[in-house]
C-alpha cells in the first residue's frame, strides 16, 4: 500500500515581498529536505491577472517570476508543479536521504527588520 503524500500549506500572506521569497524559498528547501512530496505557497490575489509593480499581487508575481526563471528547479519537479489564482503548487523531487523532520523558524515577516515582524 502507496504511503499517503507528505504536503504541507505555507500561508505568504502578511508579509513584505523580499520576506515572502525568503520564506518561500526556506519552505521550500526544508520541505526537500525533510522528505515532504509537495508545497503549496498561498500568495492570493486571484484576481490580479497581470505582473504589478506596487500594490497586492507583487508576491504572486515574483514567485512566478522566480518559477518560470527555474529558482526552484534543485528541489521541485517542474512537470508536475503548476501556478493556480491564489496559490503556486509544487511537487518536491523525491529525496532518498530525508532527515528527521526539521524547520528554521518562521522568518521576519518584514524584510530587515529584526525580531518577529
Known amino acids: 500500500m502507496p504511503r499517503p503524500a507528505r504536503r504541507i500549506t505555507v500561508d505568504l500572506h502578511g508579509f513584505d ?13 526544508d520541505a526537500f529536505r525533510n522528505g515532504y512530496d ?3 505557497l498561498l500568495h492570493g490575489a486571484a484576481d490580479v491577472q497581470e505582473p504589478v509593480e506596487e500594490g ?3 508576491i504572486k508575481w515574483e514567485l512566478r517570476r522566480l518559477y518560470e526563471a527555474g529558482r526552484f528547479d534543485g528541489w521541485i519537479d517542474r512537470s508536475h508543479s503548476w501556478p493556480r489564482a491564489s496559490s503556486l503548487v509544487l511537487k518536491l523531487r523525491p ?3 530525508a532527515r528527521s523532520e526539521h524547520w528554521r523558524p518562521e ?4 524584510h530587515g527588520r529584526m525580531g518577529i515582524g
Open 95 to 97: 529525496n532518498p536521504s
Open 17 to 29: 515581498v523580499l520576506a515572502a521569497v525568503d520564506a518561500a524559498v526556506a519552505r521550500i528547501e
Open 107 to 110: 522568518p521576519n515577516r518584514r
Open 56 to 58: 497586492r499581487g507583487r
Open 38 to 40: 509537495e508545497i503549496e
